[in-house]
């Protein structure tokens, strides 16, 4: 790094460093109130961690994942 940029390029990082330490400190882990969840937005309920483990040997059936799989247009119906 060019040594007349490298003082500001370590301010600027320590600045960005106490501001993600603030956000660390309120994640739910941390015992702070974090996110009051997923957003629920739009057409339909978004599940919210944690999610169950749910391995699957491959190719996998992907009608066994819980929560389903979510796609963008829910009320999109195919040619039947």
């Known amino acids: 790094m060019d040594d ?9 990082a320590d600045h960005e460093r106490k501001i993600q330490a603030r956000i660390d400190a309120k994640a739910p882990e ?4 974090g996110s009051e969840g997923a957003v629920q937005a739009g057409a ?7 999610f ?3 391995h699957q040997r491959k190719p ?3 009608a ?17």
Not at 65 to 73: E, G, I, S
Request: net charge negative; charged share 30%; glycine share 12%.
């Open 52 to 54: 169950p483990k749910q």
């Open 4 to 12: 007349r940029f490298e003082h500001r390029a370590e301010t600027i």
């Open 64 to 80: 066994a994942l819980d929560p389903a799989t979510m796609y963008d247009a829910p009320y999109w119906k195919g040619s039947g």
């Open 60 to 62: 996998g059936d992907e």
């Open 44 to 50: 339909r309920d978004y599940p919210e961690p944690p």
């Open 30 to 33: 941390a015992g702070g109130s």
